[in-house]
């Protein structure tokens, strides 16, 4: 673990604050290294992981002697150095064959770690499988099927359908153009059964063409592209629950604000509540008609109470007028 320096100068002390926690953190960085015993499919393995990877991927070409299980300062050690808070170990021995080691830091330290290996007999590498690749630095399309994907409890199964989740991302963007859409990785698994080994994952990368298909919407067709990567589940390490609530916390100033009165159902939609004040209908508005206008009632009540004045100054009392009901 690295001590904790003063910086002496300005250059040091914006490479300390780059290292800082931020708000908006920057992309993970993967950190790919071998052990001192490591197989020409496992360096294989780490060459195609490193190139889907890149930019966001640094790779250690000498052999280190690092137990990650027994031992994780070291893989600590370099995530610090190097600022990469993904990492990819890679070993072979007897005991474990052809041995990937996924590994996950928060504040440099270890979160959890997950075993994989490689089946030899179905590796293929990139370089095999002649066809156009993908360019540099995109994003993919990730694909999870299978139902150990989708257990309630902690399992390998959801440690790695998570980790990959991770290791795939890239950087996060708001909008993703159509055009970059180009290849797609589908990790499936299949059925658990009763005392019996755990399936294997079997990880595929496919380049996505459009075709013409003489309607407005292209057909789309799958290309495989490598590397095809089949894994038996080892040994776990499981995040700490305390340790995993403190990687989770959201800054206070990436949480959304919540607004009143404005929900969204299942299908998506944005649903909003008005509240209105209490209303008066004496006051609203209806139809034109003057037949229903008060004024014309008062100018009949006067009409039917008129007085009349003779000649000799008498007064009388003019009798109502008949109304004929209308037809």
């Known amino acids: 673990m690295l001590r904790q320096i003063k910086p002496r100068n300005a250059r040091s002390k914006r490479a300390l604050e780059k290292k800082a926690p931020h708000i908006s953190e920057n992309p993970k960085k993967t950190l790919f290294l071998r052990g001192t015993t490591a197989s020409q499919i496992i360096q294989d393995a780490i060459t195609d992981l490193h190139s889907l990877k890149i930019p966001l991927a640094i790779k250690f070409t000498k052999k280190n002697a690092i137990y990650p299980f027994e031992d994780a300062s070291s893989l ?39 075993e994989l290996y490689i089946d030899p007999e179905s590796f293929r590498t990139l370089t095999q499988f002649k066809n156009k690749k993908c360019a540099v630095g995109l994003k993919p399309m990730l694909l999870f099927s ?42 499936a698994a299949g059925e658990e059964g009763e005392g019996e080994q755990g399936p294997k994952i079997n990880l595929r990368v496919y380049l996505i063409r459009t075709k013409r298909s003489g309607q407005r919407l292209p057909r789309v067709e799958l290309e495989e592209m490598g590397p095809r990567l089949d894994f038996r589940v080892g040994r776990i390490k499981e995040a700490d629950e305390s340790m995993m609530k403190e990687a989770l916390k959201t800054a206070k100033g990436l949480e959304p604000r919540v ?65 004929i009901p209308s037809s």
């Not at 150095?81 to 830091?105: E, I, Q, W, Y």
Request: proline share 3%; hydrophobic share 35%; net charge neutral.
């Open 76 to 114: 600590e050690f370099f995530s610090e150095k190097n600022d990469a808070s993904l990492l990819v170990f890679g070993a072979h021995s007897k005991k474990r064959p052809h041995c990937l080691t996924f590994a996950r830091t928060f504040d440099h330290k270890i979160l959890d770690m997950l």
């Open 146 to 187: 299978g139902t150990p994907f989708e257990n309630p409890t902690s399992t390998a199964y959801t440690l790695a359908k998570s980790y990959f989740t991770d290791f795939f991302r890239g950087q996060e963007t708001q909008k993703v153009d159509v055009e970059g859409l180009q290849y797609m990785i589908s990790i």
């Open 259 to 323: 607004k009143k009165n404005v929900e969204t159902d299942i299908m998506g939609d944005k649903m909003g509540r008005i509240h209105v004040g209490k209303q008066d209908l004496q006051l609203l508005q209806t139809r034109k008609m003057k037949g229903l206008k008060r004024t014309r009632d008062l100018h009949d009540d006067a009409e039917d109470n008129l007085t009349l004045v003779d000649e000799d100054g008498g007064v009388s009392v003019a009798p109502k007028r008949s109304r």
